[in-house]
């Protein structure tokens, strides 16, 4: 697609339920990153794929969370039993195997409150 | 280990004055430097981009950037604010020009007053 889409936009949900949020990356774009935005805070690196190999997990929370990706295609971000504290904006970005400017392309993210 | 400092959540300014906003960063190596915009309702974007070529850098819409080793900072200007130019500004650090690893700082809201 033309940008980074991601969906829902807006998620509410209950204490204990689970969620899925989803990214579309720009097509051909090899790398896929998730970032955590809590309110008033700065963003949060969660987890990041690249191409095959092995995802790079080194900054989620907890094992509450897990994201896979097909490919170089979708990628689904779950956090099971959420909790209050997980209120936040989800953003992914993407960027392409042969970048090197640093320049990663966000979607407008998705917006978790847990009620 | 890198990290960011972002001084002021939040600024405002006169439309017309100058803007500046803070970055302070710390790296064990030399680092690679962003600025990223977040406009309401948008996703972020990059706005410049430090990567030792030269120590002043200039971004979209007017806005540039002094990487300052002595001071390890890498603040932003804009010599007049637009109200366009109202938006979140995040700055932030990566161990490579890839920027595979940013690290973000907290992030400053501008806000410009007519």
């Known amino acids: 697609g033309a940008g980074v889409s991601q969906s829902p936009s807006n998620k509410v949900t209950e204490k204990g339920k689970d969620v899925e949020l989803r990214c579309d990356p720009i097509s051909g774009h090899t790398a896929l990153y998730w970032y955590r935005q809590r309110l008033g805070q700065g963003l949060e690196f969660l987890i990041y794929?690249?191409?095959?190999?092995?995802?790079?997990k080194s900054g989620l929370p907890s094992d509450r969370f897990s994201a896979e990706r097909t490919g170089e295609s979708v990628s689904t971000l779950t956090i099971q039993r959420t909790q209050q504290e997980d209120s936040a904006v989800y953003l992914c970005a993407s960027k392409g195997q042969f970048a090197n400017t640093g320049e990663l392309f966000f979607g407008e993210g998705s917006r978790l409150t847990v009620l | 280990a890198q990290s960011v400092t972002q001084l002021g959540s939040h600024v405002s300014v006169s439309e017309g004055a100058l803007v500046l906003l803070r970055c302070n960063y710390s790296s064990s190596v030399p680092p690679y430097l962003f600025w990223y915009v977040q406009y309401p309702n948008q996703g972020l974007q990059l706005l410049l981009k430090?990567?030792?070529?030269?120590?002043l850098v200039k971004g979209i819409n007017g806005f540039e950037a002094e990487f300052k080793k002595s001071e390890t900072s890498f603040h932003l200007t804009k010599p007049s604010a637009h109200m366009s130019d109202a938006a979140e500004y995040f700055c932030a650090v990566s161990l490579n020009n890839a920027g595979n690893m940013l690290t973000f700082g907290g992030g400053t809201r501008l806000m410009v007053k007519p």
């Open positions: 794929f690249q191409g095959n190999s092995a995802p790079d």
């Open positions: 430090y990567t030792s070529a030269a120590t």
